[in-house]
């Protein structure tokens, strides 16, 4: 398999996994502004910080454009120049998909392409001025089905583990960023009624479609500390951070198998195991331990596993990641 093959595979994966989880925060957090007794700027100002795209969107709009929920959306959703956006995401992953047409299945190609076709054509934009949950429903199922398909119409080898490779890494970042976003805006409030600070975890719960897991799991019971437990450590949510990175631990020894010689990858491998290792709930009984910052780790420690996978896989120069989602863009 050539390099620029496995790197387009990759970032098709990331593309479509980092679009679903735009469309679910955004949608989710729509709704905890309908909810809940909460001022704009704790709803929205943590969307743009989720995504690394506070210093553009002010200097496009302003700092006190962050309270406005229309310009949030609008600016997360259509926003062509903004590539953390719904239309600049999909924009890359139907490309992507075209690049490598005769890698992925048809079906494959045509959820992606209808996607997008659907997202810049009247039905989309119709669809987001009737009904804004619905607009975002429709996006998460679409994606959905495509990495379902992906799973149920491609041969599960090479191509596909490096699909599923992008897709656990960017879900690592996104989970480690959504919790920890919202984990420093929750624990600096001022105590509330314990039924609105309820609802505010509940909330993280649904950005990271953990609701019903968590549920099941606590038996109902929500704490601060239960919700970031499970995000983190829980390795039977596919969300998880945990879960997610021990996938993507998964993938890189089926791509380079330790026991044969001479295959790309040993440096990525050798990376990953002990970030995983950092990733129990040991890491925060020290005493200077903060979730923060093990959560830090996670997000700069993938930024750099996603610099050695491209130096060592898609043959790029190793670079100093920016930690800003929005520029995490293919290379080539």
Same mark, same amino acid.
């Given at each position: 398999?050539?390099?620029?093959?496995?790197?387009?595979?990759?970032?098709?994966?990331?593309?479509?996994?980092?679009?679903?989880?735009?469309?679910?925060?955004?949608?989710?957090?729509?709704?905890?502004?309908?909810?809940?007794?909460?001022?704009?700027?704790?709803?929205?100002?943590?969307?743009?910080?989720?995504?690394?795209?506070?210093?553009?969107?002010?200097?496009?709009?302003?700092?006190?454009?962050?309270?406005?929920?229309?310009?949030?959306?609008?600016?997360?959703?259509?926003?062509?120049?903004?590539?953390?956006?719904?239309?600049?995401?999909?924009?890359?992953?139907?490309?992507?998909?075209?690049?490598?047409?005769?890698?992925?299945?048809?079906?494959?190609?045509?959820?992606?392409?209808?996607?997008?076709?659907?997202?810049?054509?009247?039905?989309?934009?119709?669809?987001?001025?009737?009904?804004?949950?619905?607009?975002?429903?429709?996006?998460?199922?679409?994606?959905?089905?495509?990495?379902?398909?992906?799973?149920?119409?491609?041969?599960?080898?090479?191509?596909?583990?490096?699909?599923?490779?992008?897709?656990?890494?960017?879900?690592?970042?996104?989970?480690?960023?959504?919790?920890?976003?919202?984990?420093?805006?929750?624990?600096?409030?001022?105590?509330?009624?314990?039924?609105?600070?309820?609802?505010?975890?509940?909330?993280?719960?649904?950005?990271?479609?953990?609701?019903?897991?968590?549920?099941?799991?606590?038996?109902?019971?929500?704490?601060? !500390?239960?919700?970031?437990?499970?995000?983190?450590? !829980?390795?039977?949510?596919?969300?998880?951070?945990?879960?997610?990175?021990?996938?993507?631990?998964?993938?890189?020894?089926?791509?380079?198998?330790? !026991?044969?010689?001479?295959?790309?990858?040993?440096?990525?491998?050798?990376?990953?195991?002990?970030?995983?290792?950092?990733?129990?709930?040991?890491?925060?009984?020290?005493?200077?331990?903060?979730?923060?910052?093990?959560?830090?780790?996670?997000?700069?420690?993938?930024?750099?596993?996603?610099?050695?996978?491209?130096?060592?896989?898609?043959?790029?120069?190793?670079?100093?990641? !920016?930690?800003?989602?929005?520029?995490?863009?293919?290379?080539?």
């Amino acid at each position: 398999m050539i390099a620029r093959i496995a790197e387009h595979c990759f970032w098709l994966g990331r593309y479509l996994e980092r679009a679903e989880s735009t469309a679910r925060v955004l949608q989710m957090t729509e709704q905890l502004s309908l909810d809940a007794e909460l001022a704009s700027e704790h709803c929205w100002t943590p969307v743009l910080a989720i995504f690394g795209e506070r210093q553009a969107f002010a200097a496009r709009h302003g700092v006190e454009a962050e309270a406005d929920g229309e310009a949030v959306q609008a600016f997360m959703t259509w926003e062509e120049s903004n590539l953390s956006s719904l239309v600049a995401t999909l924009s890359q992953a139907r490309e992507g998909a075209r690049t490598i047409r005769e890698v992925v299945s048809r079906e494959c190609w045509e959820v992606t392409n209808e996607l997008y076709l659907w997202l810049v054509g009247g039905a989309g934009q119709e669809e987001y001025a009737l009904s804004r949950f619905g607009f975002y429903q429709h996006i998460r199922r679409m994606v959905q089905l495509c990495l379902g398909l992906f799973r149920s119409t491609m041969l599960h080898d090479t191509p596909l583990d490096f699909i599923w490779l992008g897709v656990m890494l960017e879900r690592v970042g996104q989970t480690a960023r959504l919790l920890d976003v919202h984990h420093h805006v929750f624990s600096g409030m001022k105590p509330g009624h314990p039924v609105v600070e309820t609802a505010l975890w509940l909330s993280l719960l649904r950005a990271s479609s953990g609701f019903e897991p968590f549920m099941k799991t606590h038996s109902g019971r929500v704490t601060g !500390d239960a919700v970031a437990a499970f995000l983190l450590f !829980d390795s039977r949510f596919p969300r998880s951070v945990h879960y997610c990175l021990d996938s993507a631990y998964r993938y890189l020894v089926r791509l380079c198998p330790p !026991d044969v010689e001479g295959q790309p990858g040993r440096e990525s491998l050798a990376f990953i195991i002990p970030l995983l290792a950092e990733l129990r709930p040991q890491s925060l009984a020290r005493p200077d331990a903060t979730v923060h910052a093990l959560l830090t780790r996670m997000v700069e420690g993938t930024a750099e596993l996603g610099s050695l996978i491209s130096h060592e896989y898609f043959g790029r120069e190793p670079v100093i990641p !920016d930690q800003t989602l929005g520029v995490q863009v293919m290379t080539g």
